[in-house]
């Protein structure tokens, strides 16, 4: 009879850090990129999922980030946590892929404004979905990832000062729907 | 200090996203502490950004990581794009060398003699709107910078109402230029239709200096297609804590003095003396201050509460100061806005007063405290109309019903003249609804009896049409009042009366619409009726009846509604109608053109309107008749005006035709014997003449109907 085997990590076992779990990922060990799998994925595939608010794209950016991670690694340097690190290059991910998107496929196709029967929550979820894709991205960045304007710049090639002003007609817009809600 | 102006979209987000500056977080939270409207801007987007930042997350497909898995194990690899954020793009030689000569140009300028001072004072630039237009002619002097200037360039920056740039924001453009016209140079700038508000700089056309009209922001306000007004002034507070630093630690340290238990008042004294001076040492020396700040920070007050009401003493006593006309220990802002005030030449005491009060309540939205002052300053001296009339304005904005019953008994008390729109104002305000009745049906009761035209030195004839027109507005205002209070047949009796008094077509819609609601059709289309009468309006009667009643009616209903109509129409107009027995006969006169108007002989009805140049009524009602009288002659009605003297300058237009009745034949023969009046000449085997006590504006009326058969000799008194 086959023993099953235990893996070493667990995602939800908070004394490992990321640091080791990263230090093993980099080794290939399939076991610790699993554990950060489980700590990090619902991260990772939310950003993509608001930033292209399709979840077929946002499972893609989900897959492409893990699968590529081992090999990213390698440009990690211990700097900064881990999972801003992460969430930079899932939403370097979800922006490329929306810019190589079709200009057609509209985000509302996917993400129709729903009613606002669950609180504030719900309604600014709904209200994100109907932003123009240039004012919801700085949005998403800012105000739930809490990007700074500055990387927001940088992620979307503008100047901070532009980014800072789609962040602010993105509020405006926002309050605009959420108040006719 | 609180702003004058709303902060823009972009500081409420900047703020509620913890990105501004301090000096911007500190004016805009006093802003705040003073404005209920951007108090719930911000808590909403507060609440909108804290909720942004809790959303929770959504998990992954539970296939994926098996999807993951699966395509590691085939091979699968995946080049995700870099982390980090981009280099530095390098930096320009070009733009470092411009930089470098910035910073030169910056050390020249400092180290050189100033004359900011010199140049500041004697620079003036006079703004004057173009009225009807948005053009705006300007001129201006500086002996100190544009004495060799033959032109310079004007250069604006401008804001519409759904703008929410800065002012830094905003793009440059070139208004318009300047030309030397004597010791200054003139010349005119068209503003964008939009324009909200803006600042003018003025710029030599080398570039080589700039006057930016010392930050002076141009409010505009648009009415139709011209200006309705420009206010150009400094924003005095921002203006304080931006640029007169002397001035905003001189007002820090009055506060301090004044007010000594207050906590934020020393904070801000401490704080404004750290950015002046940044010497700490200097504070130190200040041990005093620093006792007082410690002591009074233990026992914390209210911040909010205790700031506004700061701000609201310092600004009374700041009144009060103004009395001893000393303003030489008041701040550099508070100077200025007096010095506004000497300029628009509200130089008495209790003047200077009033305006402060108006604008200090505006500015602390403080409405029941400049109502008590007022109070005060009432009490001192009541002989004064500008009290009243702020107090009036002041209670309204206030929303205070009870004091705006008082101010406006206070008007009667001081213009007997005006009590009948002092008794409308009184009915219309809940706490005086009774009395404002009962002294609008006083008006009335009394406006009948009144004979005093003669003392007023009006015609009888005017003085009649204008009491109607008096006691036609009573009767609508009364019915308003007798509405609001219930009482629905008192108001339609109200209502009634004013559409009897005068041909009021407000009051006779009204009065239907009332009936209507109430389900009296027939009375409510008889109504209608006596507006359709006028044949002209017969298709408007037709559309309203369908409107108003949202059913259909036979022809039969219909016509007999019409036909009522008719009746009061008549009888309205016939009442107006007075017999007059010729004493002489009507003689063919001729006209300035030269063409005879053979009275006797004529076949259609003529409107004789009897005109003097000496006479004021009649030269006020020229522009009417004037107007009038395409709509008159076109129902067959002819107009011909009769003076003594000829037509003159100040005479009617060539448009009405004139005649020179110099002996006086036709004035004795009607009887004629005061100005304006007019008289109906009827065809027919014999000359039948009425006098006729119709306003001007029912003339077309009045041809109407003899037009459509409904006034005729027949049947006419």
Known sequence: ?181 | MRSFLHPTWATHVAYADRGATRAASRTYAEHLMACTDCRATHAALKAMLSSASALPLTAPPPTAWSTITARLDAGDRVLLPASHLPRTRPIPTARVAAFVAAAAAIVIALSWPSTRTIYAARSELRVTPRPGSRMVDLRYANPMLCSGCSTLVVRARWRGADDERSSDEMPVVSAGTLHRDGDALVGSIRLPDDALVGFVSLESPDAGWTDNNDGRAWTVETADAGIRSLAVRRAIIRDLSDRDWEGALKLNRALAAAFPDSVTAWTDLVDRERRLSHDTASMARDRATLNRLDALSRGRMDSTGETAARMFRLAWSVLDATITRDTTALPQPMRYWLGEMHRSRMTSPLAMHVRLLVELQAMYDRPHDALTRLEQRWHEDSSEYLLVSEGIRTARRGNDTLAAARWWRRLSQLRPSAARPVATQLSQLAPSRTEGIALLRRFIADSGAADNWRALGVSHEEFRHEQRDRVARANMALSSALFANGDSVGGERALASAAAASWNTAALQTLSARLLARGDTLRALQSLAILSADPSRTPAFMDTVRLKTKRTYSDAAVTRWRDSGTVLLRAHLLGQLQPVTLVGPLTTLRTENGADVAMAARKDPVLISFWSAGCAPSLEELPDLANALPSVTSRGLSVVVVSRAKRGATGPKETLPFVVDADGTLHRAVKQWMTPERFLVMPGASHRVWRVALPVAELPLLAAAIQAGLVSSAVMP
Request: aromatic share 6%.
């Open chain 1, 1 to 181: 009879m086959r023993e099953t085997r235990q893996p070493l990590y667990q995602g939800h076992d908070v004394s490992v850090s990321d640091a080791v779990l990263v230090a093993g990922a980099t080794r290939g060990d399939r076991d610790a990129l699993a554990a950060l799998y489980e700590r990090h994925a619902s991260a990772v595939y939310t950003l993509a999922l608001r930033l292209l608010g399709n979840p077929s794209d946002a499972e893609d950016v989900l897959q492409d980030v893990f699968l590529g991670l081992t090999h990213a690694l390698d440009r990690y340097s211990e700097q900064g946590a881990f999972a801003a690190w992460l969430l930079r290059i899932t939403a370097r991910s979800a922006l490329a892929r929306a810019r190589n998107r079709r200009p057609d496929e509209s985000l509302r196709a996917d993400h129709p404004q729903r009613p606002s029967d669950h609180g504030t929550r719900m309604d600014i979820d709904a209200a994100l979905a109907v932003l123009p894709n240039t004012l919801r991205t700085p949005f998403v960045l800012r105000a739930v990832e809490g990007f700074s304007h500055d990387e927001i710049a940088a992620l979307l090639d503008i100047s901070p000062a532009n980014a800072m002003q789609r962040y602010s007609r993105a509020c405006k817009q926002l309050r605009s729907l959420l108040d006719r809600v």
